[in-house]
């Protein structure tokens, strides 16, 4: 009997750090952009950053997806969140600029946000990815004909998923 309750009180106490194990020493990646990288119109666990992390564990990459998106931010929003949305762990980040400069009279700055928000990134060592408009302009939209659907988010997931597997390396 004494066994047996030194064994439950053991798996007890090990089993939250057994399931953290997974993310222990992960390389992180972070998703920064707007309502398309949020994932807006679908459940979070269905944007693109999580399907995608998904994925990569799929591959047995150990790694964690950070998802820094903000509904309607624009470029210079980006650039202002950056240091917050990145740590010390972070290898690779995937950048979404979308159109909310354009919709919001910012579009003379985003070229310049851009290259800030590489640079900094570039001063860190830390690779990225820019994710265009073009990576998933065909993919299927939701009700409000912007954002992508849970099946659009997975195909944008899988579309990144050797490129991110590339930059991880």
């Not at 950070?66 to 762990?89: H, P, V, Y």
């Amino acid at each position: 009997m004494k066994t047996t309750l030194h064994i439950l009180t053991a798996i007890i106490f090990c089993t939250p750090f057994i399931l953290s194990a997974g993310y222990g020493n992960a390389a992180e990646v972070v998703a920064i952009g707007a309502s398309q990288t949020f994932g807006k119109g679908v459940p979070r666990r269905a944007a693109y950053p999580a399907q995608l992390e998904k994925l990569l564990r799929d591959k047995g990459i150990n790694v964690k997806v950070k998802n820094a998106g903000i509904n309607g931010a624009t470029t210079g929003k980006m650039l202002e969140t950056l240091r917050d949305a990145i740590g010390s762990d972070t290898k690779v980040v995937l950048l979404q600029p979308g159109s909310n400069d354009a919709r919001k009279g910012k579009q003379d700055k985003t070229e310049q946000h851009i290259r800030k928000l590489l640079d900094k990134l570039e001063s860190r060592s830390i690779r990225y990815i820019i994710v265009r408009k073009g990576d998933y302009a065909e993919y299927p939209r939701g009700p409000d004909g912007l954002h992508l659907t849970e099946d659009g988010y997975a195909r944008l997931a899988k579309k990144l998923l050797p490129r991110v597997v590339a930059a991880l390396r």
